[in-house]
């Protein structure tokens, strides 16, 4: 039984070495260039990041913009109307008085 696994034991060892050798010769890019490009990746992924930041922070202060206009037309809008309503009273009170 112990030549049994230790002939396993062998089999693992050589096919790990195996693997080992063709991933080696297999390999696309040497290990600078890996990483090179893994860097540069994350450098993309930075300004990538970056500017869609940058483009949601324009858009959020976009509508921020139009509807501090919105609140403002319709300030100006129940302003109007109170002050209407304010004239309306006045002017039913003194016909009223007279």
Sequence with gaps: MS???NNNIGWFLAGLGLGAVVGI???PKSGRETRESLLQTAEEGREYVTTRGREAREQ???IVD???ETVG???ENINSAIEA???AYR???SD???
């Design 73 to 75: 037309k319709q300030r």
């Design 91 to 93: 002017e039913a009170t």
């Design 60 to 62: 959020v202060r976009e």
């Design 25 to 27: 010769l297999y390999a």
């Design 3 to 5: 030549d049994d696994r």
């Design 66 to 68: 139009r509807g501090k």
């Design 85 to 87: 309503g304010r004239q």
């Design 96 to 98: 009223k008085k007279s």
